[in-house]
């Protein structure tokens, strides 16, 4: 049914709930998870970095490595193989075309609790994902 659940993180708490999810419904179906962290990069808002500034690949590196390490700190993933991946890009748009590109049989991502004011001022990506994906989506508060 679900045979690949694609988990976005940025590590936080939210995050981490999600996965948590994730991995229990991946252990009762025999699925395997995506486990996606996107580097927001100013370029995927249309900026572009004044001339003599940038930001070296090794810093960005570092930075997805670390950020997808700190997903799992504390959380049993058992028998179930997951499999990190990280992209660079603006997180709703980036976390759409993993779905796209991955086939991905549902995604299960956490939620910062926005209200639904606040939500549509900031543009949530959870939000966003939920709107416009192409298979299930599970919001874990």
């Not at 927001?40 to 930001?55: D, K, N, Q, R, W």
Request: glycine share 10%; hydrophobic share 45%.
């Amino acid at each position: 049914m679900f045979k690949t659940i694609l988990v976005p993180t940025d590590a936080s708490e939210a995050a981490q709930r999600a996965l948590k999810v994730a991995l229990e419904l991946a252990k009762e179906l025999g699925s395997r998870i995506v486990l996606l962290h996107v580097v927001f990069t100013p370029e995927a808002m249309g900026y572009t970095l004044s001339s003599g500034i940038s930001v070296p690949q090794e810093e960005i590196s570092i930075y997805w490595k670390e950020a997808l390490a700190a997903a799992t700190i504390g959380i049993d993933t058992g028998s179930v193989c997951i499999e990190k991946k990280h992209k660079p890009g603006h997180p709703g748009l980036a976390i759409l075309e993993e779905i796209k590109s991955g086939k991905i049989d549902l995604v299960v991502m956490g939620n910062r609790g926005y209200g639904p004011i606040a939500g549509a001022l900031l543009g949530s990506v959870s939000q966003r994902v939920l709107n416009q994906a192409v298979c299930p989506v599970m919001i874990v508060k």
